[in-house]
C-alpha cells in the first residue's frame, strides 16, 4: 500500500532553516506531483510548494524566495528546504502525490504531518 512518511520537522529559531523530508512506498512516483501544505491552529489547510513530475515547480507567495522543493525520484522522496523561518510558518506540514499541483483534492495520498515551529 501507498505510504508517505514526513521527517525533519522541529523547533528552530526566527530566521533559521529546517529541511523537511517525505518518502514515499508502496508505488512509483516518478509522474506524480509532490507537494506540501500546512495547517496551523485555527486555519484552514493551505498550500506550501509543489513540483510536478516534469520538474515545475509552484510556491505559494508566502514562502517564495525562502522555500525551495526538490525531489529525488530515485528515493521516491520530495523535501522542502526552509530558509528565512518565520513565527508565521509554524504549522503541521503535510506531504503529499498526485495529480496535483496546487490544489489539495487533486492528491490522492498524504503523510501524517510533521511540526514546524518558529519561534520569535
Known amino acids: 500500500q501507498v505510504q508517505l512518511v514526513e521527517s525533519g520537522g522541529g523547533l528552530v529559531q526566527a530566521g533559521g532553516s529546517l529541511r523537511l523530508s517525505c518518502a514515499a512506498s508502496?508505488?512509483?512516483?516518478?509522474?506524480?506531483?509532490r507537494g506540501w501544505f500546512r495547517q496551523a491552529p485555527g486555519k484552514e489547510r493551505e498550500f506550501v510548494a509543489a513540483?510536478?513530475?516534469?520538474?515545475?515547480?509552484y510556491y505559494a507567495d508566502s514562502v517564495t524566495g525562502r522555500f525551495t522543493i526538490s525531489r529525488d525520484n530515485a528515493k521516491n522522496t520530495v523535501y522542502l528546504q526552509m530558509n528565512s523561518l518565520k513565527p508565521e510558518d509554524t504549522a503541521v506540514y503535510y506531504c503529499?502525490?498526485?495529480?496535483?499541483?496546487?490544489?489539495?483534492?487533486?492528491?490522492?495520498?498524504w503523510g501524517q504531518g510533521t511540526q514546524v515551529t518558529g519561534s520569535a
Open positions: 503529499a502525490a498526485g495529480v496535483g499541483p496546487t490544489i489539495a483534492t487533486n492528491y490522492d495520498y
Open positions: 508502496g508505488g512509483t512516483f516518478r509522474s506524480y506531483a
Open positions: 513540483i510536478t513530475g516534469r520538474g515545475t515547480t
